[in-house]
């Protein structure tokens, strides 16, 4: 399959071998800035993430976005023929990326040392909740304990409600998204050196990158972040307002200059002279009065006309949409963030767009997620495998 040399990866050979999010949308990512990007699932066992969420006759819906750009074959690696055939599919392959259990690849006879001695420039992305060592890298995890584990759920809800896990993988996507930039890395030093090397990525790590300062606050000063709600010990206000007509906005200041504003907007100027105004630590210690004043002027006006106003004044503000806004914001709908694919199963498909923009050369939806192994013979014939050896790989199983 040849890719148009428009494309920023085009020529780079990936091989997904992960399951369920973090492994599987970094290789998504690199699918759509043109990777050949290869699916490779277990004939019995497909990737759960088929039957995640809500699916429409039968086919999952979620994959739809997460296989996006992929081929998909089947491959048992435990079998002696589906070992012998990955050793093929590496020595033409740029990238790995798997997240099986610390050594589980080992005990197939498909480790570092038998995949770099079949490619020596392959790269390896190993992704798992803890990583390869550790007194916790053989536990089986997920993103939720990632997020646990982190702090994240520890300073998430309100001060006097229990820690609260996010309804979405969030540490898995921002794990995705890191593995992805891993690999991109690995593949720069490639360039210089000639040779591969593995990618560790624990799952439990980049959401502490995201998370912020928070060690170093502990480290230097003992400061342990408590749960604060939709408030900011940074700056204030900073909230969620209820509107007249039973919308939601929410308003950030994080500047100075738009603290001011939102005063005189409110109607609260004399607030500005305060002196524990001036800095927005002081002012988020004052969030009782920084909320009432905006919140009661929030609730006497409509949606539309609190943004309008906020706009006016050049104030930060946004509306709390849920999917169906989303769909319809007007500024999404500039940046093409939702857009259409067209799915031989389903029909047209809308789903997010490509991560980014780039002028030069930008990525795009080739395909959406396919079926299961509908590309197998198709890969294994251009590697150069025979029907008489697709034939025994099936008889053994191992397709």
């Given amino acids: 399959m040849t890719e148009p040399t428009t494309t920023p990866l085009a020529g780079l050979r990936v091989l997904d071998l992960a399951t369920l999010f973090a492994g599987p949308l970094a290789a998504t990512m690199l699918g759509d800035f043109g990777a050949e990007v290869i699916k490779v699932e277990h004939p019995a066992k497909p990737d759960p993430s088929r039957g995640h969420g809500p699916a429409k006759d039968g086919i999952g819906l979620w994959w739809k976005l997460l296989g996006r750009n992929k081929r998909t074959i089947t491959l048992d690696l435990s079998k002696p023929g589906g070992r012998t055939t990955l050793l093929r599919l590496a020595a033409t392959a740029d990238v790995i990326i798997e997240n099986f259990r610390p050594g589980t690849l080992e005990k197939w006879d498909l480790g570092w040392a038998e ?66 930039y891993a690999v ?73 200059s738009i603290a001011e504003r939102v005063m005189r907007l409110v109607g609260r100027p004399e607030l500005i002279d305060e002196p524990w105004f001036a800095t927005g630590a002081d002012r988020a210690r004052h969030s009782d009065i920084l909320d009432a004043a905006v919140g009661d002027w929030i609730a006497q006006r409509t949606r539309t006309e609190v943004l309008a106003a906020f706009e006016k004044a050049e104030a930060a503000v946004a509306p709390i949409q849920d999917v169906r806004d989303v769909m319809a914001d007007p500024q999404y709908q500039a940046l093409d963030t939702i857009t259409t694919v067209d799915d031989p199963e389903l029909g047209p498909l809308r789903m997010q767009n490509v991560l980014f923009r ?42």
């Fill in 115 to 180: 995949l770099s001695a079949a490619n020596p420039k392959l790269v390896l992305a190993r992704v798992t909740a803890f990583g390869q060592f550790g007194p916790y890298a053989h536990r089986p995890g997920f993103g939720t304990l990632a997020e646990a584990m982190s702090g994240f759920a520890a300073i998430t809800g309100e001060p006097d409600a229990p820690p609260t896990l996010p309804p979405f993988g969030l540490a898995d996507s921002i794990a995705g998204l890191a593995t992805a």
């Fill in 184 to 256: 991109m890395t690995a593949l720069a030093a490639r360039d210089r050196t000639g040779e591969g090397q593995v990618v560790d990525m624990a799952i439990i790590e980049p959401i502490l990158t995201a998370l912020g300062p928070q060690p170093l606050w502990y480290d230097q000063l003992g400061h342990v972040q408590p749960r604060t709600g939709n408030r900011s010990q940074n700056n204030a206000p900073r909230n969620t307002y209820r509107t007249a007509d039973g919308s939601w906005v929410a308003v950030s200041t994080s500047a100075q």
């Fill in 358 to 399: 780039l002028s030069a050369t930008p990525g795009a939806i080739r395909w959406s997620g396919r079926p299961h192994g509908a590309d197998t013979d198709t890969v294994l014939t251009e590697l150069g495998l025979t029907d008489t050896e697709l034939t025994t790989l099936r008889q053994e199983g191992a397709l």
